[in-house]
Antibody, heavy 121, light 106 residues
């Protein structure tokens, strides 16, 4: 059974950098999946942030691309998100998820439980 | 960017009733999925490819549609089905979600 677990600071100051990691267990991060971050502001809908493949290839949401960096650590089986120059609008629950991209499918089949990150001084 | 519009925003029904949720795309969609989200939980994959139930999803859930119009149907609502439902698509290396339909108990 694949499990994903987010970790990182729950509070970030405005103009600072949000840094989260997602530990993957029950499967290898080097397998043929895309590893994604999705966020959800309190009481609002879902927004895809970006994804990374085991090769290191990345795709980012154009709305966040200038502020986002994703990376992965194959030896420790986790991937990471960095979002810089944060504002209150970046306050959200951040989810990591395993992405399946095939000839007819583009979806997330496993999700972490989510971690709330608040941007506030 | 493809915009997904879900309707209705809120659907009030009773257990045992049939629920029909819609999702309309601003352009033709190639990849499409449905998710269910309960309070305090991560989204859960319901349907892939618009009509294939994900592992462990009961048969009362069904999906249909193609192109720009998609439907999620729950044939007979169980108490655990009351939640928020999101549609999702991927196109040109960008994923977008609908704004969600809240299915609430009447």
């Amino acid at each position: 059974q694949v499990e994903l677990q987010e970790s990182g600071p729950g509070l970030v100051k405005p103009s600072g950098t949000l840094s989260l990691t997602c530990a993957v267990s029950g499967g290898s991060i080097s397998s043929t999946y895309w590893w994604s971050w999705v966020r959800q502001p309190p009481g609002k809908g879902l927004e895809w942030i970006g994804e990374i493949y085991h090769s290191g290839a990345t795709n980012y949401n154009p709305s966040l691309k200038s502020r986002v960096t994703m990376s992965l650590d194959k030896s420790n089986n986790y991937f990471s998100l960095r979002l810089n120059s944060v504002t209150a609008a970046d306050t959200a629950v951040y989810y990591c998820a395993r992405g399946v991209l095939g000839s007819s499918s583009a979806l997330w089949d496993y999700w972490g439980q989510g971690t709330l990150v608040t941007v506030s001084s | 960017e493809i915009v997904l519009t879900q309707s209705p925003a809120t659907l009030s029904l009773s257990p045992g009733e049939r629920a029909t949720l819609s999702c309309r795309a601003s352009q033709r969609v190639r990849y499409f999925a449905w998710y269910q989200q309960k309070p305090g939980q991560a989204p859960r994959l319901l349907m892939s490819d618009a009509f294939n139930r994900a592992t462990g999803i009961p048969a009362r859930f069904s999906g249909s549609g193609s192109g720009t119009d998609f439907t999620l149907t729950i044939s007979s609502l169980e108490p655990e089905d009351f939640a928020v439902y999101y549609c999702q698509q991927r196109s040109n290396w960008l994923y977008t979600f609908g704004q969600g339909t809240k299915l609430e108990i009447k």
